[in-house]
């Protein structure tokens, strides 16, 4: 199938980094990869809304469990991410652990715990690490690797956003075993160090999570490792930036260029 201009718009809205660096795959697996994210940006965009679509989210996922019943649910977005899971055979319970997860930023404000955390990511990033690992056909001994990989991005999103999030009244990273009793602004600026040590922990909790994903590229073809060592490298250099000055999460939100990201795909293309 030939990506929709849906499918392009609502993925090109909604990641910028992963989008620029999907495009680096073959043809036949970018529009998998399009339509897969065309699914979970949809139903991202719901529940991140400002007011969040409550409505929206629940038309959506009732979409999704009519057409689980093999029925057409008449949203093209559902239909076309039904037909991907067919063609994979996705464990649709990685599909319920999302709908859950996106189901909890309705209700849910903050994570006190690691655990509590890693509970949300599994639904809302290491499932999308399993997905593609289906879609790039590797075998099941990579798919931890595979959920790392997603872990890893979702928190270094959650370290870049805080700013962010805290717009929307959500605080992801817990505060559990540190000094610190928020992450509002006007608060860290009192307890500036003790925020950079925490800082310091959750990018060390990135960083560990990013080194189990990489000793699972031995099981990714070429074809396929440069678009995702091409997207990992771009999530690194945000952390980096935010690790030279955390207190830069309060000023502007650290995304990489375009132009940053083709030299990294080049750079891959020439170096594997």
Known sequence: MAISKLHYKIFKHGSK???????????????????????????????????????GFYVFKNAY?????????????VDSFMRLCEKYDFDLQWVEAFLHSMELDLTKNEYNSLSEILEYIYGSAEVIGLFMASIMELPKESYYHAQMQG????????????????S?????????????????????LGHEDEFRAFHRMQIEFYENWQSEAEKGYS??????????KTAA????????????NPMIVYERKVKPAKWRILLEFIKHFIGL
């Open 151 to 166: 872990r890893a991005m979702q928190y270094i999103n959650f370290i870049r956003d805080i700013k962010e999030d805290l």
């Open 65 to 77: 469990l009519k057409a689980k019943e093999g029925k057409q649910s008449g949203d093209f977005i």
């Open 168 to 188: 929307f009244g959500r605080r992801y990273l817990p505060l559990e075993n540190t000094p610190l009793k928020s992450l509002e602004f006007d608060y860290v």
């Open 233 to 244: 490298a771009m999530y690194l250099w945000s952390a980096n930036q935010i690790k030279k």
């Open 17 to 55: 980094t992963y989008f620029n660096s999907s495009r680096f795959f073959p043809k036949n697996k970018r529009e998998d990869v399009f339509v897969l994210y065309g699914f979970v940006r949809k139903a991202d965009d719901f529940v991140d809304a400002s007011p969040q679509d409550v409505q």
């Open 219 to 228: 099981f990714i073809p070429r074809k396929y490792l440069i678009p995702v």
